[in-house]
Structure formats: structure tokens, C-alpha cells
């Protein structure tokens, strides 16, 4: 049983470029959610996709987007990477959208220098 | 907003003890409690999931406990070993506010040979 795969593994951006992470859920499971880790902190929610539609976003801009395949694997996409935004990307998948036990992925290690 | 805590940031403690983790939320309207492990530049690997209803749950020598009045959780972990030693996180999923796992910064716990 395959778990949540994610690539690449790690990443290396210059400020001001755009970069695409990609996520593919447990078998079984339809929804996905992005978080940000930044050194140090626990995971910040970004959002979530169902049913390849946004489900709910958090307090990040508009520079941070998503979609959702009809396979229900999920792409992140970050456009004019800042500094800040070096950190641990993780997605996370579930059965449903709320309440059910969420399974997180190895990560993506993005640097933007 | 939720806000989760996590005492103490950093634990070390010689192999075999018993010890506990703790986690504080602020909101009581929990859909869940789910607690992680994560080992250094990994994802999170979940451990227990606890939901609004139950006390508490157990796997092997993880048990962990809900006070959802209190906004208190416990993660005991019996007879440690260095295998053990990782970054435990905690998250809530609010009832109230979707399908946003909110995380504290974990507990870096070192069990020593």
C-alpha cells in the first residue's frame, strides 16, 4: 500500500522564480492539504483540495497556489519565491476532508536563495 | 484561533524511563487530536489519532490521553529507547473552523543510551 509520495525531495530556487511541488495521495484517499514547516516551528496549513476544488485556504497570499488532478494527486505552486519562503513543504492526505486520520509525506525541502 | 502548546520544547532522558509529553489547546471545539513523530528533515509519521469522544488511545508503549474540558493532552511513552528519539508534534482539527490541522512547535525529545 503505497504511502503519500512527494517530489522532488529538495529544491533550489533563486528569488523571484516560480516553483511547482507535486504530491501524491495514500491509495485511497481523495483529499490533500499543503502545509509550510519553517525550521524550528510547527507545520502552517496553506490549504486544502476536494473534489479538485480549494476547500479551505490559510493566511498565506495569493502567491501560493494549488490544484487538484482528477486522480486526486495535487500540485503547490509558489510564484516570485521570497527568502521566507525556504522551508519544509509537506502534503498531507486523508479519506475525507475532515475528521479522519491525516498522512503526511517525506517532504519537500525548498531554499530559495 | 486556536492556539496549541507544547511543554516541555526539550526532553532528555536516559533509555528505559517512562515520561510524558504535553500538549494545550485553547479551543475545546475539537473535531480530533492527532499526535506525530518526526524525525530530523522527515515528514511526520502519525502515531495516535484521538477523536472528541474518546479519553484516550493506545499503541504499543504509546498511550495517549484527551481532556477536551481541560484543552489538555498527554502523550506517555513507557520504557524509552534511543529509537525513540525524534521531534513529537501535536495537532487539533477544530469543529468549528474546517479541515485545518492545527499544529504546536513539539516536544525534541533525546533518550540516551
Known amino acids: 500500500d503505497a504511502g503519500v509520495t512527494q517530489s522532488p525531495t529538495h529544491l533550489i530556487k533563486t528569488r523571484g522564480q516560480q516553483v511547482t511541488l507535486r504530491c501524491s495521495p495514500k491509495s485511497g484517499h481523495d483529499t490533500v492539504s499543503w502545509y509550510q514547516q519553517a525550521l524550528g516551528q510547527g507545520p502552517q496549513f496553506i490549504f486544502q483540495?476536494?473534489?479538485?476544488?480549494?476547500?479551505q485556504r490559510g493566511n498565506f497570499p495569493d502567491r501560493f497556489s494549488g490544484h487538484q488532478f482528477p486522480n486526486y494527486s495535487s500540485e503547490l505552486n509558489v510564484n516570485a519565491l521570497l527568502l521566507g519562503d525556504s522551508a519544509l513543504y509537506l502534503c498531507a492526505s486523508s479519506l475525507v476532508p475532515q475528521g479522519a486520520e491525516q498522512y503526511f509525506g517525506p517532504g519537500t525541502r525548498l531554499t530559495v536563495t | 484561533k486556536q492556539e496549541v502548546t507544547q511543554i516541555p520544547a526539550a526532553l532528555s532522558v536516559p533509555e528505559g524511563e517512562n515520561l510524558v509529553l504535553n500538549c494545550s489547546f485553547t479551543?475545546?471545539?475539537?473535531?480530533?487530536l492527532q499526535w506525530f513523530r518526526q524525525d530530523p528533515g522527515k515528514g511526520l509519521t502519525s502515531l495516535l489519532l484521538?477523536?472528541?469522544?474518546?479519553r484516550e488511545q493506545t499503541s504499543g508503549r504509546l498511550n495517549a490521553s484527551l481532556d477536551k474540558s481541560s484543552g489538555r493532552s498527554t502523550l506517555y511513552i513507557a520504557a524509552s529507547q534511543p529509537g525513540d528519539s525524534a521531534t513529537y508534534l501535536c495537532?487539533?482539527?477544530?469543529?468549528?473552523?474546517?479541515?485545518?490541522?492545527?499544529f504546536g512547535k513539539g516536544t525534541s525529545l533525546l533518550v540516551t543510551p
Open positions: 484521538i477523536q472528541s469522544s474518546q
Open positions: 479551543d475545546s471545539a475539537i473535531y480530533n
Open positions: 495537532a487539533v482539527m477544530n469543529s468549528n473552523s474546517g479541515y485545518a490541522l492545527n
Open positions: 483540495y476536494y473534489e479538485e476544488e480549494e476547500r
